[in-house]
């Protein structure tokens, strides 16, 4: 039988093991414990100034690349849209700070910019969409037939496109008559507003995602909506570019669902570094490859297969005896 004195026996060794313990960790091993600490909180000391000393100095080497090509933007688009007429869309969220970059280096090669469409939060509501989907059946003209399983934003783009762009040049810069009224039924509805002229039909569209991702549980339709924006644009006029940051081409951004769309994904380009000084430049670049029936992804994110088009090989001068004759 094991008594009382064996248990008093134990539980004393205990304690007593555990004096000893505590009297060992807060003397013996004292000292190269906290030294150790001490070396391991230096070193990453170290480490966390060496980073925030690299990324100060990427950070002023991205500022300068972007204020060189800021400075000479006006030369390196010069004359790359002429005669084309460019209309801006933006979606619901995007940066209105792009706006006037956008617009200048539009202009600057050679383009008219004829405003823009900016597409409200209600456009992409919802519980706004079976409204969306009458408005543009009302407004459609008598004979219209959408394509089967059409959404309701893919009959909008069809209108909103219907009476902002067109593929025929000669009808550039006027209005469509068979669209009449369908910007002023859209803006009545607050489903958008309008800045510029932009019932003055342009031949291309660039649409501006939004500056983050939508969010909650109506995210996905809020941005297959936009997709089917740029994709009706571009399915009627001579080129659209959707354009946005990485956060766009990053996953639940329109940039990145517009890539997994089969057919607009081969039609749309984009463009996903449009708060850059290059990137806004290589957007008229993809805009002028469209011009040729081209499209791709461009800039830095996923899903992008080169930071700007291919530069088109300059055709041959003639030689100085060929022009002699």
């Known amino acids: 039988m094991i008594d009382f004195r064996y248990h008093l026996v134990s539980i004393v060794a205990i304690f007593l093991a555990l004096t000893v313990g505590i009297v060992l960790g807060s003397t013996v091993l004292e000292g190269p414990l906290f030294k150790s600490a001490e070396e391991m909180t ?3 000391r170290q480490t966390n100034q060496d980073y925030r ?6 950070q002023t080497r991205e500022e300068g690349n972007n204020s060189f090509v800021f400075s000479h933007a006006p030369e390196l688009v010069r004359g790359q849209l002429s005669g084309e007429r460019v209309v801006l869309v933006e979606a619901p969220g995007a940066s209105a700070s792009l706006r006037d970059p956008i617009e200048r280096l539009v202009t600057g090669a050679g383009a008219s910019y004829v405003g823009r469409v900016s597409l409200t939060e209600k456009f992409t509501a919802a519980d706004q969409a079976a409204v969306v989907d009458q408005l543009a059946s009302t407004l459609a003209p008598i004979g219209t037939k959408f394509p089967d399983g059409a959404s309701p934003y893919d009959k909008a783009a069809a209108m909103l496109a219907s009476a902002i762009v067109t593929g ?3 009808q550039a810069g006027r209005p469509n008559p068979v669209a009449a009224g369908v910007l002023d039924a859209f803006q009545a509805g607050d489903f958008l507003t309008v800045s510029g002229t932009p019932a003055q039909r342009a031949t291309m569209a660039i649409v501006l995602a ?5 969010e909650g549980e109506d995210a996905e339709k809020q941005t297959a909506a936009v997709v089917s924006v740029a994709a009706g644009l571009d399915s009627v006029d001579l080129g659209t570019v959707l354009a946005g940051t990485t956060t766009a081409s990053a996953a639940g951004g329109a940039i990145s669902v517009l890539h997994d769309t089969g057919e607009a994904a081969s039609n749309v ?6 708060d850059f000084a290059a990137g806004r430049i290589v957007v008229v670049y993809a805009l002028r490859e469209q011009l040729t029936g081209r499209s791709g992804a461009y800039g830095v994110g996923s899903g992008s297969t080169a930071f700007e088009p291919a530069v088109p090989s300059p055709s041959p001068s003639p030689s100085p005896a060929s022009t002699r004759g």
Do not use: C, H, M, N
Request: aromatic content about 4%.
């Open 210 to 214: 939004p500056a983050q991702p939508y």
């Open 168 to 170: 025929d040049r000669t």
């Open 269 to 274: 380009s984009t463009v996903d570094t449009v």
């Open 53 to 58: 000393s690299k990324i100060t100095e990427l």
């Open 42 to 44: 230096a070193s990453l």
